[in-house]
């Protein structure tokens, strides 16, 4: 299927991370994530800490399905938790199946006896990006491991010609389209077989070093894939990981390089602690006024978390005017609720909470109602280093759990990704909705993508869509004061539409097929309904019974299926916890 108008701009760059050349072959990429390991323990005899964990790879290599090995021309990797250098790609990888990767942890003698200043200024073997190179004896250190134990601090560093180690990981992808290998390196495993009673605290390389030989022998079992995916993920600045409470695990979101570059509040990182925080504010009900309403209570996840009500219900029984949204992709939002009048998601989370219509309860209240619960005391404590419960906390971990629900893996992006192919009805669905709907230049289409445009299926923008008023609700006017924003609403993503009916801002449709009927001939004309709809002929789009079908065909394929299932994992993004 072409990729067309509305996807562009996200598919050429999509495209263009595919460039690249393995060994001359253009294809697909191939990007190495290191992630932290699962929870490790060691034996009491060797209790320790690693705070340093750095390592320089090389002579990247693939099997493919007959045993044969493809190997990479120049590849080098440096990776370092600390620096947040988690990621590496390798970009060319042909078409076929593989079934394991093979790397070198150091360097080949010409590379190592290199003066480092001889790498380009974006090399990962450049001094400024990798720090690994040991001026003072000359080359490369290949791996630093570094900590304390209970027989106090340790440094031991890998390097010198002949103290290179392979290894090799079993794990099965198709090449020639974008993938993601997960591994960890496993500090606790790598130094399993050091007694830190007996042997030495530190290691040069120097020869003989009977550490040394302990940790050549631990590497290969030290690594481990940790997850396969056919896609590629962004980079997340490790900047707001350091600044997350101590103590704490950082979470970082796996997102598709084909959305838009991730954006999150520095002043609030995300860490298991404060979205498991969060996740359980989200569900109390003692943030009502009568212990009878969560957050949760009108946010439905089965629902892809909004209102299958028309109109959402206060903790007493009142009606409100408005169908809650859905809540997923929250990061890339700016201005909250159907009118915007939260600025940001933080400002929003504790409004309904204090809302007359909605939750009708006090900040003071609800602090005051779980300020002596030893759980929220301990989960307090573990998100923000302190037991003190207060409201500006409670927001934070509300926002936390809020934003690391993502939606990300429809049939729509699998087709994306080239792992499955939409039906002849769903492609047709596609074209109408990217396509101009102007019969003058032969252009018959169902217009929906100005406004549902991109990866995020919402241009977050608010317009008039030609729904007749309730007088008690102008929309965005209210908000701004501004007559031009008369009958305004926000745009809601298209993303899990199968899931969030009733739709518009007052509920007033119930299945898609009415709101396929609205667009294609039920627009109400005014001074400030969106050009884009009063271009159309008075007489609607009129599209056949066959392409109504497609088009919600289409919509159909942007059901997350994952997102509507019972959570295993506090965060509803991707189960992985990178090192950055």
């Known amino acids: ?10 598919l050429v760059a999509f495209a263009a991370m595919l460039a690249g050349a393995w060994a001359g072959v253009p294809g697909g990429t191939l990007r190495l994530e290191m992630v932290a390991p699962e929870a490790a323990t060691s034996g009491a005899r060797n209790d320790f800490d690693v705070s340093r964990l ?5 002579q990247l290599e693939l099997q493919r399905a007959d045993g044969s090995w493809l190997p990479t021309k120049d590849w080098f990797a440096f990776f370092s938790p600390q620096a947040g250098r988690s990621v590496a790609e390798a970009t060319g990888v042909p078409t076929g199946d593989y079934q394991a990767i093979r790397f070198v942890v150091g360097l080949d003698k010409a590379t190592n006896a290199r003066t480092p200043d001889t790498f380009g200024s974006d090399h990962s073997l450049r001094p400024a990006i990798d720090t690994m190179h040991w001026g003072w004896m000359g080359g490369f250190i290949f791996l630093a491991v570094e900590g304390r134990s209970a027989h106090g601090a340790f440094s031991y560093h890998l390097a010198n010609d002949g103290n290179t180690t392979s290894v090799t990981l079993p794990v099965s ?20 077989a050091i007694d830190f009673a007996s042997d030495p605290h530190s290691s040069h390389s120097r020869e003989g070093d009977s550490v040394v030989a302990k940790l050549r022998q631990a590497i290969p079992q030290a690594f481990r894939v940790i997850d396969v ?38 002043d609030n990182p995300l860490t298991e602690e404060g979205i498991a925080l969060g996740a359980r504010l989200f569900a109390d009900t003692r ?34 005017r408005r169908n809650a949204m859905a809540l997923f992709n929250l990061a890339w939002h700016e201005g909250f609720f159907w009118d915007g009048r939260a600025k940001t998601l933080r400002e929003q989370v504790l409004m309904p909470v204090q809302d007359k219509h909605e939750m009708n309860e006090t900040l003071p209240r609800v602090v005051a109602k779980i300020k002596d619960d030893q759980g929220y005391q301990v989960a307090f404590k573990s998100a923000f280093g302190s037991d003190e419960i207060t409201s500006e ?16 893996d429809s049939k729509f992006d699998r087709a994306v990704r080239k792992v499955e192919t939409l039906s002849e009805s769903e492609a047709r669905g596609l074209k109408l909705f990217v396509t101009e709907f102007d019969p003058a230049r032969g252009l018959r ?57 009733p739709y518009m801002h007052d509920g007033r449709f119930k299945t898609l097929e009415e709101v396929i009927e609205h667009y294609d001939h039920g627009v109400v004309r005014s001074a400030t309904l969106d050009p884009n ?44 916890k990178p090192s950055n």
């Not at 789009?541 to 997350?560: N, Q």
Request: aromatic share 6%; net charge positive; with cysteine.
């Open 1 to 10: 299927m072409r990729l067309i108008s509305f996807l562009k701009p996200a």
């Open 54 to 58: 750095d390592w320089i790879a090389s």
């Open 173 to 192: 992808f198709k090449g020639g389209g974008p993938v993601t290998v997960s591994i960890a390196l496993d500090g606790k495993r790598l130094l399993s």
């Open 229 to 266: 995916s056919s896609e590629l993920f962004q980079s997340i600045s490790p900047l707001m990981a350091s600044a997350a409470p101590a103590g704490t695990h950082p979470v970082t979101l796996r997102v598709p390089q084909r959305f838009p570059q991730l954006r999150l509040p520095a």
């Open 287 to 320: 943030l009502s006024v009568n212990n009878t309403q969560s957050c949760a209570s009108c946010h439905e996840r089965g629902r892809a978390f909004a209102d299958p009500r028309q109109f959402s219900v206060g903790a007493e029984g009142q009606v409100g």
């Open 393 to 408: 906390r409670m927001a934070m971990a509300l926002e936390q759990h809020l934003l690391s629900i993502t939606s990300q």
């Open 445 to 501: 289409g169902a217009d929906c993508f100005h406004c549902h445009g991109g990866m995020l299926f919402t241009n977050h923008a608010f317009h008039n869509n030609g729904l007749a008023l309730a007088r008690e609700d102008i929309g965005r006017e209210a908000v701004t004061g501004n007559g031009a924003d008369h009958g305004k609403f926000k745009t809601p993503s298209l993303r899990n539409i199968a899931l969030t009916a």
């Open 533 to 576: 709809l009063a271009k159309h002929p008075n007489d609607g789009l009129r599209l056949t019974i066959g392409e109504k079908a497609d088009l919600i065909a289409f919509l159909k394929t942007l059901t997350d299926t994952a997102l509507a299932q019972p959570a295993t994992t506090l965060s509803q993004n991707l189960p992985s």
